[in-house]
């Protein structure tokens, strides 16, 4: 199932919606939302695959909300407004739905994303596969097999990426964004645009930073205010 949320200050636009939502059977409605408040709300608890988000909203404009998330859901946006519709697309939005919204408009703009989230549906698949404890990455002119507990941070330096290990480091030639899709979420995450810390490794979190111990030493890493609360969310999900 596709998980939906609608957000939209107009009553009257969220019903429109509900009722055609409630004709795709692919689609499951997880929340109506007011204001972006709500959604942000929402989207922290749920697992959100689309979100129908409406751009004239009080207080904060769908598009400016949608600038704030980190990771946004697939984004339909819905508004009486045209002159939007250029902002829109550079933020990435899939369709632009203009109010009065026709039933048909709006089951062309739901077969796209059907089709964009069915496209990228192996990726996720694949990532629930069982996972490995290594992985192969090239160095100097050889690939070097690097065990996921001996990692503990990886930082990004342009176009290299060095590995700290406990008793040495790798530098390896890609992103760090490359990297990061090959390792397992459960047991690494993204506090920085140019870091990555294995949780295991986490000794404290001090003010805006990361504590692991490198070599004995006590290292600390910042944590990036886009990645704070994430980080934040995990160490309170499992603390005693």
Do not use: W
């Not at 596709?2 to 692919?26: C, F, S």
């Amino acid at each position: 199932m596709i998980k939906v949320i609608i957000v939209d200050d107009e009553p009257l636009a969220l019903d429109v919606l509900e009722t055609y939502i409630e004709k795709i059977p692919e689609f499951q409605l997880v929340k109506k939302c007011s204001n972006a408040v709500e959604a942000n709300i929402a989207l922290k608890e749920h697992d959100i695959d689309l979100m129908f988000l409406d751009i004239q909203m009080p207080q904060l404009t769908g598009i400016d909300f949608l600038k704030t998330l980190t990771h946004p859901p697939l984004v339909i946006f819905t508004t009486a407004y045209p002159n939007y519709a250029i902002e829109g697309f550079e933020l990435n939005a899939l369709d632009y739905l203009l109010k009065p919204i026709s039933l048909d408009r709006f089951l062309k703009a739901t077969n796209k994303a059907i089709e964009r989230l069915n496209a990228t549906a192996p990726q996720q698949a694949s990532k629930e596969m069982p996972e490995t404890d290594y992985m192969f990455v090239k160095a100097d002119k050889k690939l070097v097999k690097i065990n996921y507990e001996d990692i503990v941070y990886i930082e990004g330096l342009k176009d290299y990426v060095i590995i700290k290990l406990e008793q040495e480091r790798v530098i390896t030639l890609q992103t760090m964004k490359s990297l990061e899709e090959k390792l397992p979420p459960s047991k690494f995450k993204r506090i920085h645009r140019s870091f990555i810390v294995n949780i295991k490794k986490i000794s404290a979190i001090v003010g805006n930073m990361v504590e692991v111990k490198e070599k004995n030493q006590a290292k600390h890493l910042p944590i990036g205010k886009n990645y704070r609360d994430e980080l934040l969310d995990m160490i309170n999900q499992n603390r005693l």
